[in-house]
């Protein structure tokens, strides 16, 4: 039998047993570093001084873009946290220092401020980008664990992480210290953002697609307006009601004043009680429910969605100061994937 004929066995991990003492291990290993790193966050909030908010005063007044930048490890942790702040209102990029000495450079414009990632602040990597902020006297924020680095040197700024072990045994592969510089760029993003009033609306502008985006959008993205609206005046006959109902394909109708305030609604549920004879000789205001729920065109997709599934109603007028310039109903929240 040739060796591609062969069948090949793959045990899952939960069919590889192993001795208790060797599975206890793997608990501690790992409960060590998930400790080490909480410590490393611990001790960087404590550690946050006037430094900080220098660092965000800078970043808050360019009118450029924020760069971000960092070699091997720091870099990954950089690009995330370029990817933070585009997101939540402060236009950034990440830029590799090794692109940089062969072009990039000319990407970081005077108008920028940069923020460098290095553990050790002595990455050989990065010189050429740190002297071009002298050079065009680009405001430089350096993240480092190192306060006497060549990095924190050159640094308007230097916010220094504070000496907490890495997680690895040996003390080399970059564990703590990244965390602790994801940490620190998150806390920067969102003190920024908490600067800058950014709102759930413009939060939404940036984020767009998948559920983060649908749950964000707002009733008068979804909602029907104009000729859409079923409503009818208080004198109408029921018979005008149910087929303004029946024609609109909402299972309601709303009611409105002499002046177009919405008074009251008509509902599947009102239509089968006062079922009868009579029921269609009598007045739209003989029987709509006065003052239903309604909701506001600002009011998120979501909390429409939540109103509906908690009174068990399955359309919301929307008003403006009391007269209807909306509907909306609970299949449009669901096919725009509000959930």
């Known amino acids: 039998m040739s060796l591609t004929q062969k069948r090949v066995k793959v045990l899952t991990s939960s069919q590889i047993k192993k001795p208790a003492t060797e599975t206890n291990t793997d608990f501690e290993s790992a409960s060590r570093v998930l400790s080490l790193e909480a410590d490393g966050i611990r001790a960087l909030s404590k550690s946050l001084d006037d430094k900080f908010s220098g660092a965000l005063g800078i970043l808050a007044a360019v009118t ?6 960092g070699m091997g490890k720091s870099g990954h942790i950089a690009r995330k946290i370029a990817a933070t702040l585009a997101s939540t209102g402060t236009p950034a990029y990440f830029v590799h220092p090794g692109e940089a000495s062969h072009g990039d450079l000319g990407m970081i414009t005077s108008d920028d401020a940069v923020i460098a990632l290095s553990n050790s602040g002595n990455t050989q990597e990065l010189n050429d980008l740190l002297e071009y902020t002298k050079r065009f006297a680009i405001p430089l924020i350096a993240i480092t664990a190192r306060a006497h680095s060549i990095m924190a040197e050159f640094a308007d700024i230097a916010l220094i992480l504070p000496p907490v072990p890495e997680g690895c045994p040996m003390g080399l592969a970059p564990t703590t210290s990244t965390t602790m510089q994801l940490a620190l760029g998150d806390a920067i993003a969102v003190a920024l953002l908490e600067r800058r009033g950014f709102s759930p609306t413009d939060f939404q502008v940036f984020h767009p697609g998948g559920q983060l985006g649908s749950s964000l959008q707002r009733v008068a993205d979804l909602m029907h307006r104009g000729g859409d609206i079923p409503v009818v005046s208080q004198s109408a006959r029921m018979s005008d009601a149910v087929l303004a109902m029946t024609r609109k394909h909402f299972g309601c109708v709303g009611i409105v004043d002499d002046d177009g305030n919405l ?3 008509i509902t599947d549920g009102d239509l089968r009680r006062h079922m009868g004879d009579t029921m269609l000789t009598l007045r739209a205001v003989d029987v709509m429910t006065a003052d239903p729920q309604t909701i506001r065109d600002s009011a998120l997709a979501a909390e429409a969605l939540a109103l509906m599934n908690d009174r068990a109603i399955t ?5 403006e100061e009391r007269r209807p310039i909306g ?3 609970i299949h449009d929240c669901l096919r725009a994937g509000i959930r």
């Open 64 to 69: 450029g873009r924020v760069i971000v930048t």
């Open 263 to 265: 008074s009251g609604v």
């Open 315 to 319: 359309s919301l007028f929307v008003l």
């Open 327 to 329: 509907i909306l109903h």
